[in-house]
Nanobody, 120 residues
Framework: VQLVESGGGMVQPGGSLRLSCAASGFTFSSYDMNWVRQAPGKGPEWVSAINTGGGSTYYADSVKGRFTISRDNAKNTLYLQMNSLKPEDTALYYC??????????????WGQGTQVTVSS
């Protein structure tokens, strides 16, 4: 299993970025996928999730209305469109595969992360 994020960078407040996560080594269309971020000095924060077919999406309150998660199962790629970026969105962004183990949701594979910095 390999997850490789790209698309991060530095952007001014109010700007936009589109993150991508290229997946390989597993049947991408069979798994729910997520974006998780970690800001400096803080723990991981779940950002967004999407189900296998892309018809159901979920967002943390902190990004709702500004970020959009999507996926292209034909290209084995997960996306995160980030608009109206704020300095508090600065973090290392990871894509992560999730599975249910009994009643527990487990993020079993993670990418290496892509840095997003929002600063004027």
């Amino acid at each position: 299993v390999q997850l490789v994020e790209s698309g991060g960078g530095m952007v001014q407040p109010g700007g936009s970025l589109r993150l991508s996560c290229a997946a390989s080594g597993f049947t991408f269309s069979s798994y729910d996928m997520n974006w998780v971020r970690q800001a400096p000095g803080k723990g991981p924060e779940w950002v967004s999730a999407i189900n296998t077919g892309g018809g159901s999406t979920y967002y943390a309150d902190s990004v709702k209305g500004r970020f959009t998660i999507s996926r292209d199962n034909a290209k084995n790629t997960l996306y995160l469109q980030m608009n109206s970026l704020k300095p508090e969105d600065t973090a290392l962004y990871y894509c992560a595969r999730s599975i249910w183990v009994g009643i527990a949701l487990v993020y079993d594979y993670w990418g290496q992360g892509t840095q997003v910095t929002v600063s004027s």
